[in-house]
């Protein structure tokens, strides 16, 4: 399980140009090494804590724990904490009230029992530091920095490994491309196959500080008990002259036969998970091609299945009900392992009537995204989150139209009389703002900016 965090857009800093394309390319990045994520940008206060909520729950089980955060952070009396986007430090009780403690987020990592790994780009020129030191006062004796602090590894478990953007109390660069210096040497590094963390995170170092004139150097606190390895591959020798499987120089030595075997018992199921059980088995083997062609046709046969259950029946003019065979609520094998993304959420080709009908499901099968209204929002990921680990669905935060034809059927008769009691409508359109008549009032722009910022409360509600 991984927790992708990218905040960039901070009301009372500076905007970071970068974060949030760092924390989605490390998401997608972490996705394709098999990684599950829960992913939250431009975070105020309350949704970094809902998250850390939702990522604590999904990742009791989870043998690698790991947390990327992209962003501003700060450092108070050696304690480490991460800057939501409305976090102001106007005060004393700031850190206690606005800001997250990575202390706690370790925490929350460690209750998985696993491996725990957190990567930290944070320490970016904040000039909030500044901002929490004035209003912390001398009296205060407290020390504020910029940069990050050396964290102490307390209570380790099975292994915990900090991976700072610098080093301790040293500012790090945001990067003139689309990704900072530290994020663009781990995207480039993290999946190194069959290579152990400690060595990954050696070769990020290199990059970074060969990159940026030796200015920066990452910083690697670890305790680990054991190696790690990220992007494990099965290296397997095929042979077609032996046939007893026998073991040459620690290799595992299958032959031509054993391997057409194993394909065949997999044709003959025509399950999915027995083709994928055969390329873990042989990855770069004679019939790895065919395994993969084969598994393509029977997930799109899936998706063909699904599309012919639904139906869409009008029982008003604007009001459409989809209905689908109402068969036993338990959902196959084959549907579980389906990926579930921005992808396959975007090919769904939703419009905003089918975006409100999704919430109203939701709402019907116990999981409150609040008023249906078209738009997704995190309350809505969050809805989608909770139904999907209900379920036994990977939890992503995504549907996939699987998934949506298993909504409908659980809450068919429900939603057909929600549906009815609660028309379609179409949003009306705002009419253009009047141009606002000047004001001489010396206290105007402190009237609009407190305006704006219950506006944008209101928008980022949901």
Not at 161 to 178: H, K, M, R, V
Request: charged fraction near 20%; glycine fraction near 8%.
């Amino acid at each position: 399980m991984a927790f992708i965090v990218g905040n960039g857009a901070y009301d009372h800093a500076p905007s970071l140009d970068n974060p949030v394309n760092d924390a989605t390319a490390m998401s997608q990045k972490l996705k394709q090494m098999g990684f599950l994520t829960v992913e939250g940008l431009d975070l105020n206060h309350s949704d970094f804590e809902s998250r850390i909520r939702d990522f604590a729950k999904l990742s009791s089980d989870a043998d690698v724990v790991a947390f990327f955060y992209a962003g501003h952070g700060i450092a108070v009396d050696g304690v480490n904490y991460l800057i939501p986007v409305d976090a102001k430090f106007e005060d004393e009780t700031a850190l206690d009230f606005e800001a997250i403690s990575v202390d706690f987020v370790a925490k929350m990592m460690r209750r998985a029992g696993g491996v725990s790994l957190l990567f930290l780009d944070a320490c970016r020129n904040n000039p909030l530091a500044g901002t929490l030191s004035r209003s912390m006062g001398q009296s205060a004796r407290s020390t504020v920095s910029s940069g990050l602090a050396e964290m102490k590894l307390e209570d380790p478990g099975k292994g915990l490994a900090i991976a700072f953007a610098t080093s301790p109390g040293e500012i790090a660069l945001d990067g003139t491309g689309n990704h900072s210096p530290f994020t663009a040497a781990l995207l480039s590094h993290i999946d190194a196959q069959n290579i152990d963390f400690t060595e990954v995170m050696s070769r990020v170092t290199g990059q970074v500080y060969e990159e940026t004139g030796q200015s920066q150097r990452p910083w690697l606190n670890t305790s680990l008990t054991g190696p790690v390895v990220l992007n494990p591959i099965a290296q397997v020798t095929l042979s077609s002259q032996d046939t007893t499987g026998a073991a040459v120089g620690g290799t595992a030595i299958h032959s031509l036969e054993t391997e057409k075997l194993v394909f065949d018992m997999a044709r003959e199921s025509g399950r999915i998970s027995d083709y994928k059980a055969f390329l873990t088995t042989f990855p770069n083997g004679v019939f790895a091609a065919f395994a993969r062609n084969e598994i393509l046709i029977l997930e799109q046969q899936l998706v063909d299945q699904s599309m012919a259950a639904l139906k869409t029946t009008e029982t008003s003019e604007d009001v459409q009900i989809r209905s689908v065979n109402p068969g036993a609520l338990i959902p196959s094998p084959e549907i579980l392992v389906l990926p579930a993304n921005e992808v396959t959420q975007n090919a769904m080709g939703m419009d905003w009537k089918m975006r409100r009908e999704i919430q109203a499901r939701l709402n019907l099968a116990g999981h409150d995204v609040g008023r249906p209204d078209g738009a997704f929002g995190p309350k809505t990921q969050r809805g989608i989150l909770a139904w999907q680990t209900d379920w036994g669905f990977s939890p992503t935060g995504y549907f996939n139209q699987q998934q949506y034809v298993f909504l409908v059927t659980e809450t068919r008769d429900s939603y057909t009389t929600w549906a009815i009691n609660n028309p379609v409508s179409q949003p009306k359109k705002k009419a253009p703002p009047k141009k606002p008549k000047p004001r001489k009032s010396q206290n105007d722009n402190g009237v609009g900016a407190f305006l704006g910022g219950v506006a944008a409360g209101i928008l980022l509600s949901r």
